[in-house]
């Protein structure tokens, strides 16, 4: 998981660098007024979202996979300690009787 965040991370920041030189270049067009370093942000998320999505494909289904795992241990325990639980409090009401 961390792996692609970091995958993610990297792309991010490639575009944030070709955007900001595009701009400044005069190829892509310059924010209003002050806005200039938002619209470089904006553009990148926007331009590197897609991009993200076709090039991780792979590593988001492995990041995918390690979560289901995840989760399934946490539900096989949390089932476990229920069983446990209530073999406990079969076996109290079992002594009180």
Do not use: H
């Not at 660098?17 to 200039?36: C, E, F, K, T």
């Not at 990041?63 to 795992?69: D, F, L, P, R, T």
Request: charged residues 25%.
């Amino acid at each position: 998981m961390l792996r692609y965040t970091l995958m993610r991370l990297g792309i991010l920041v490639g575009c944030l660098v070709v955007v900001w030189g595009l701009v400044y270049s005069g190829i892509a067009p310059r924010g209003l007024g002050d806005s200039n370093g938002m619209w470089i942000i904006l553009l990148s998320l926007l331009i590197s979202a897609p991009i993200s999505f076709v090039v991780l494909r792979k590593e988001r289904d492995r990041a995918s996979i390690q979560i289901v795992e995840r989760v399934d241990r946490v539900k096989s325990n949390l089932e476990a300690n229920r069983s446990q639980e209530d073999d406990e409090v079969s076996r109290a009401q079992g002594q009180t009787s």
